[in-house]
DNA sequence: CCAGTTTGACTGACTGTTCAATCTAACGAG
DNA sequence: CTCGTTAGATTGAACAGTCAGTCAAACTGG
């Protein structure tokens, strides 16, 4: 195996291509069933040169979950900081996790179920899903203490809140993404909020925001 | 592709001999590196016997995942049948979510990931899955009306509340997997079980079943 | 002309599946 | 009771396709 190109700033483009390639076909068809030469394709590059730059499938494949999982987060948190209120900090953490994909670079649903099942024996990965996890946290951490700060949110313990907020929303989300019938996503938005709302002492809304349908 | 052999009573026993064989190596391999020749060598069978039986590999390895899920669906009831309290019954259910494998079948964690990632894009699953949350909820939902009757819940619609605490339990579960460092299977019982007294208007406990460690 | 890229062609290993050949246990006829 | 018949169970060996990874040659921009 010859060992990964360094990365180097023209590099990177390439290599975001192929990463991003990478995880569209692991959403489609499963981490197990995504091949080096679909990935090349996708990316316009040849085979060889995939491995060239990753240097192993399973480097590659490893690192689109990773690279996509980062994208993700990043997104939530730039999204988060555009708005105020904690009430519509929330709702975009909701809405965040409980509604299909629609980014460029999806933190598509099939991608999480491949993510958790790699960590749960990769220990690269599950490090890394750990730390994200943390971060994912941090944000709701956040919101609850600038809303404790503005007056909006009762005094509680913010990270124990977190922990379990984080759950709840990881369980929905799952049910939104298997398209359980008794769990569409309108559905699990509002138990969400509900919840936050009677854990947090949160005013009650204007008007419920309705999710889109997939 | 040879069509797989009838079920009989003889087969029967090699068959599900296959099917834990199966579920076994899917937990600690995964899905995707499951190979038919080492199902068979921990089945005390030829590979040939294998696909004699199932036909093909995958509908081997789907068949195992949901043998495995019924059976933990199987059992989650037979275990919630021996017990009476509300509190108890409660209590076994988070235990049984959240807590490490030891059972022979194991529902084990590694498992579910792995049913999820196909059912996400496998119809068939999907709706397998669905039917096995549904039956999950139901019970739920038995041991809420049960505990209404006997007047230790409050009135509520259980249906809603079955549907949350599910998917609070999914949550959970996952990072009680995944060996998230903020949320041991211990702490996952004790919020699960807090929800739910909280939600139900359960009665406080005498003291805390302390969960093992895996 | 050099370092980093890129590729087509190749291969070597892996593994799902087939197949023809045995084995086994039940069973019915003699 | 015995012994061919038979249907299902079981296997070792071979087949065939796939696919990750190698390699030497070609390309490209600076």
Known sequence: M?????????????????????????????????????????AKASSALVIYYFGTRERLLV????YSEQNFYDAAEKMLAEVTSARERL?????WTCIPDDTDVPGSWGLW???????F??????QDRVDMDGRW??????VVKAG?????????????????FAALL????????LRDPELDSERAYNIAMHFAERELGLPAPRRRKPAKKA
Chains 1, 2 share one sequence.
């Open 170 to 177: 990881d369980g929905l989300s799952i049910q939104v993404a």
């Open 121 to 126: 024996r990769h220990p690269e990965v599950k």
């Open 113 to 119: 179920f491949d993510l958790w099942a790699q960590a």
């Open 148 to 164: 404790q700060a503005a007056g909006d949110i009762r005094k509680l313990d913010a990270r124990a809140f977190a922990v379990t």
């Open 63 to 66: 690192d689109a979950l990773r």
């Open 137 to 142: 946290r941090a944000m709701i951490v956040d």
């Open 91 to 95: 709702s975009l953490l909701v809405q």
């Open 2 to 42: 010859a060992d990964m190109a360094p990365a180097t700033p023209n590099n990177e483009a390439r290599r975001i291509q192929m990463l991003r390639a990478a995880a569209e076909l692991i959403c489609e068809r499963g981490f197990g069933e995504t091949r080096i030469a679909d990935v090349a394709k996708r």
